[in-house]
């Protein structure tokens, strides 16, 4: 995993070797098929790319392919580390897309990357429960 800064985004980008493990991590087979992960942009997205090798930006929740995003992947030589996001991810306790609050405060939370993969789960799978839902009525 190389993780740090690039501009005003802090990257964590997934090693070839650690993909399938993260991948298993988020559900991403059946979150968002046809995509292979790259890794994570500001926390808040996944860096994906499609078979054609095309890389992408994607909210983590909702994780729906109509949110996906041309991102272009920076070379790792030039980020910026900093130990004091090393091995976290920023959460938001209601995400954003659940009418979360997204300025700092008591809605933010600092969680490990095995915690952030269960909620992505959990957040989606409630996000496509919704939606569901709603086309029932």
């Not at 993909?19 to 988020?26: G, L, P, T």
């Not at 997205?45 to 109509?66: A, E, G, M, R």
Request: proline fraction near 6%; charge should be neutral; include cysteine.
């Amino acid at each position: 995993m190389i993780e740090g800064w690039n501009g005003d985004d802090y990257l964590v980008l997934f090693a070839e070797s650690e993909r399938a493990a993260a991948e298993i991590r988020y559900a991403f087979s059946a979150l968002l098929p046809g995509f292979k992960l790259i890794g994570l942009r500001g926390w808040d997205d996944f860096i994906v790319q499609d078979k054609s090798d095309i890389t992408y930006c994607i909210p983590t929740v909702p994780l729906n392919v109509q949110y996906l995003s041309p991102f272009a992947l920076p070379s790792t030589q030039g980020l910026r580390p900093d130990a004091r996001f090393t091995g976290k991810i920023k959460w938001y306790v209601q995400p954003i897309a659940f009418s979360g609050d997204p300025k700092v405060g008591t809605n933010l939370t600092w969680i490990n990357h095995e915690d952030h993969g269960q909620l992505v789960r959990w957040w989606n799978d409630r996000y496509r429960s919704l939606g569901k839902s709603r086309h029932e009525h």
